[in-house]
């Protein structure tokens, strides 16, 4: 199958990706004053405001994919809620009008000589640069995956080649354990792997099939969710809705010929529990991209490091960064890419013009942690896990306006807000990756 062969293939390749670079200029250098790596939500929303502050002669786009997906409705596709097709659009039809996309993928960068070294031997000059690649999904490192996925019973919302894997899984399901992971590393968006949990939940309600099954949640964190305002409304529903939460255990393999998940607990690893399910739904472990892990602009653990308030390289003043490929200790979500879009133009402008930078990110970050078919619970924080809140509610009860916004309103200002700022109507919320 080669959405699987993909699958196997993307610890060593990132992204899906095209081969085709369409440029006349292959094997020759070339030169921008901005050049963005990654056309995903923060790289696609910087190469539009870039363009509008330095002309778009002056830009360009590293980007392989030939598609650009809105991610944080892959919840809602894998709960049968949204088609995967709604969740995409090409990749030409995002990308600023006259900014350059080179059809490449990132094979080195050296910021000592301001240089980036793409897959097809092409090298690129850079006056400036923003790093927004996005991070690596690691199936792989789960015993089992990803060649698990072409079984039955197992899906994962974290891949467009998985996502319709999890709603057949939903809708075959009969009777036994429903079972969802969390992984031991960072992850995009930490609240998506239990919204599939509680989308499952409210599923097999409604088809009258919960009596007979066993929803079961397996996290590696010690905790619910980070925030305890909303963690303490979560930890309500799991217990009227009768979901049995198991802490500090990470999923380390599946055999999917038998159906069962193993887990070790972190607390003691040589201690390890074998489940039983009738659906599995994985959340990968995740690392960083391997082109910033191998450069010099990688902190010890692989991730661009950068200075948290402004978004400026912490060694190298002339290179940026966005998104879920940087260290900034906050949850990786397209609405943190939102708020750090805004955040960064102003750094990049200040930069420009020989200023101190003067706006400062606060960590925004924000997770709609839908818990059913019509309802939602909005949470907004910043670094120090604080509620950051947008509406005159309480946004820690469940509401229907909230789940309105989730599967409506937001991936509107996706699409015509984030990726295009001349028409930007937020910096605060937005959705989350992925979901």
């Not at 899984?169 to 992984?183: C, H, I, R, T, Y």
Request: charged share 20%.
């Amino acid at each position: 199958m080669a959405a699987l062969h993909l699958l196997r293939k993307q610890h060593l390749v990132g992204n899906t990706i095209s081969h085709l670079h369409t440029s006349s200029q292959a094997f020759t250098k070339q030169h921008y004053k901005m050049l963005v790596l990654g056309g995903g939500s923060g790289g696609i929303a910087m190469s539009a405001r870039m363009k509008r502050m330095l002309g778009a002669e002056n830009v360009a786009v590293v980007e392989p994919s030939e598609m650009h997906y809105y991610q944080p409705i892959w919840t809602l596709v894998g709960a049968g809620a949204k088609s995967v097709a709604s969740s995409g659009r090409s990749t030409a039809s995002v990308m600023p009008s006259g900014v350059k996309w080179v059809k490449s993928k990132v094979q080195q960068i050296n910021p000592k000589t301001n240089t980036v070294l793409l897959d097809d031997g092409t090298e690129i000059a850079y006056e400036y640069l923003i790093v927004a690649l996005g991070l690596q999904l690691h199936y792989e490192r789960i015993k089992g995956l990803p060649e698990g996925f072409e079984h039955p019973k197992i899906g994962s919302n974290y891949s467009v080649q998985t996502v319709e894997k999890t709603k057949k899984a939903l809708q075959d399901f009969k009777e036994g354990n429903a079972v969802f992971s969390f992984p031991n590393t960072p992850v995009k968006c930490p609240g998506a792997p239990q919204k599939i949990m509680y989308l499952s939940d409210a599923f097999l309600r409604k088809t009258g099939k919960r009596e007979s099954a066993k929803v079961m949640y397996y996290t590696s964190l010690p905790v619910l969710f980070g925030v305890k305002k909303y963690a303490d409304s979560l930890w309500e529903i799991v217990k009227r809705r009768d979901i049995q939460v198991t802490l500090r255990h990470n999923l380390i393999e599946v055999r999917p010929d038998k159906q069962q998940a193993v887990f070790e607990n972190l607390d003691n690893p040589s201690e390890t529990k074998v489940i039983e399910y009738e659906m599995l739904h994985v959340a990968p472990p995740m690392g960083p991209n391997l082109a910033v892990k191998a450069s010099l602009l990688a902190d010890e653990a692989g991730w661009l490091d950068v200075n948290k308030e402004t978004l400026q390289h912490k060694k190298f003043p002339n290179v940026f960064g966005i998104g879920d490929c940087t260290n900034l200790p906050t949850p990786k979500t397209a609405a943190a890419v939102a708020a750090q879009s805004a955040v960064l133009n102003r750094t990049i402008s200040k930069i420009l013009t020989n200023e101190i930078p003067d706006k400062k990110y606060d960590g925004y970050t924000s997770c709609p942690l839908v818990t059913s078919y019509n309802t939602v619970i909005m949470a907004e924080f910043d670094y120090n896990l604080q509620p950051l809140e947008t509406f005159p509610i309480n946004q820690a009860k469940e509401s229907r306006v909230m789940y309105h916004m989730k599967a409506d309103v937001m991936p509107h200002l996706y699409w015509h807000g984030l990726l295009r700022p001349d028409n930007n109507q937020m910096h605060h919320i937005m959705a989350d990756q992925p979901d």
